[in-house]
């Protein structure tokens, strides 16, 4: 495979007939008459993922609660067991890894064991265009400081579409003692330059921490030699463990000495867990971080998709994404920047996530009109159709038939007939 595209309904063909990673497609749980691109917001269920699940209630009918105890103890370790499949896709080491909770409990965690305000640091670096839940929880984490949101969180503000990394340099003034920001933004698929703003915090000694969750299992990603501080994210988008499947939490390891902010049972270590002393002994390991009982259900599927997504491998899997989604922006040139639409995520391959945002005055309305025709998109305020091929389990085909679908769309103004209010879920 190559750029050079073409336009013409054979041409996808021929690129699903010589895609490496087609024979994936299999795996997943597809639909014959739908054309799934909202994998940046939930994976489709893999054949993997649910072996995985349906083992777990085996265990669980057949042993009870001797299920802890079951195959060397794995699913009581179900973190640990996770994380050695995870350090691979974010590059880390396995003991730096927890698999736990959800992305807000964990930006908690790590917050507020990074967090240490004093007189003159107290400060926490985040933007304007991130996902919202992670400024409600630095807010809050403020607020249990003593402090008030205006005067302890600073704000850098988009000056455009797209952030300019040297905007947040320029933030990191002495009084800013955290920073947290995503890799990849949700609404635009801006890559920010993780080095780049990592370095320039750690000159400053500024604690520095990420949001990965639109990054994990779309692009590639080395936190060993970002050595940053902490990171988050989830693991139910590019990752496919299942609708709400437990999140991921990195614990730099020079910082294994730390406490965490929020300390539980699970957290302490495995030799005493079950003596059930009231003194916490804090395990010196990422899943010292770990606050309660495995959520082993919401676990499993996670096991069977990143078993799938290691055997692909991430550069192959990065590579894919990047080649169908030109392909996309090919298309949408060719065919239908004329009827109002744009591309409102970089061109560049370095500077972009695993989806496309198609820009569009109408974007709501023509979101509910594809979903009508078997497309399966979303939709993000205030024009954004979000379109993420998925390079596992969406064909070429589907990419041209989606365009195809777009163009009878707004060539008819079908979209017209659909009412301006919205769903509960866009």
């Not at 640990?80 to 003991?95: E, R, W």
């Not at 635009?188 to 320039?200: G, H, P, R």
Request: net charge negative; charged share 25%.
């Amino acid at each position: 495979m190559n750029g050079e595209f073409k336009d013409g309904k054979d041409f996808p063909i021929f690129l699903d007939n010589n895609d490496p990673l087609g024979h994936f497609r299999r795996r997943f749980y597809t639909k014959k008459d739908t054309i799934y691109v909202c994998g940046n917001s939930l994976g489709l269920a893999s054949i993997d993922a649910e072996e995985a699940m349906l083992n777990v209630i085996e265990k669980w009918k057949n042993e009870g609660i001797k299920i802890w105890n079951v195959d060397d103890n794995k699913y009581l370790l179900y973190s640990a067991y996770l994380a050695k499949l995870m350090a691979v896709i974010i590059g880390a080491n396995p003991d730096e890894i927890a698999i736990s909770d959800s992305t807000t409990v964990n930006i908690h965690q790590g917050v507020s064991t990074f967090y240490k305000p004093t007189s003159d640091k107290y400060k926490i670096l985040v933007d304007d265009k991130n996902f919202p839940t992670d400024r409600y929880a630095i807010d809050s984490q403020v607020r249990l400081k003593g402090y008030e949101p205006k005067d302890a969180v600073k704000v850098v503000t988009c000056n455009g579409k797209f952030f300019d990394e040297d905007d947040f340099i320029e933030a990191m003034t002495p009084d800013v003692a955290l920073i947290l920001l995503p890799t990849v933004y949700y609404r635009s698929a801006q890559i920010l330059d993780m080095k780049k703003i990592s370095d320039a915090a750690k000159e400053r000694n500024i604690i520095i921490g990420w949001d990965l969750s639109h990054a994990v299992g779309a692009i590639e990603i080395d936190l060993k030699s970002l050595d940053i501080d902490f990171a988050i994210w989830c693991t139910y988008k590019y990752l496919n463990g299942g609708p709400g499947s437990s999140a991921g939490i990195y614990i730099n390891r020079r910082h294994f000495h730390m406490l965490p902010g929020l300390a539980g049972w699970f957290g302490n270590k495995s030799e005493t867990q079950f003596n059930l002393l009231q003194d916490f002994e804090h395990r010196e390991d990422a899943n010292g971080w770990l606050i309660g009982t495995p959520h082993v259900l919401s676990m499993a599927g996670l096991e069977g998709s990143l078993k799938l997504l290691n055997e692909a491998g991430m550069k192959n899997i990065r590579s894919k994404s990047l080649h169908i989604t030109a392909y996309l922006m090919f298309l949408i040139d060719s065919k239908l920047t004329e009827h109002g639409f744009t591309i409102g995520n970089p061109r560049e391959d370095e500077k972009r996530g695993g989806h496309v945002c198609l820009e569009h005055d109408e974007g709501y309305r023509i979101s509910i009109a594809l979903k009508a025709r078997g497309v399966v998109p979303d939709f993000r305020d205030p024009n954004v159709i979000r379109i993420a091929p998925i390079a596992l389990y969406t064909s070429y085909e589907e990419v041209y038939r989606l365009v195809e679908i777009l163009l009878d769309i707004v060539t008819n103004e079908t979209y017209k007939e659909i009412s301006q209010k919205r769903d509960l879920v866009v």
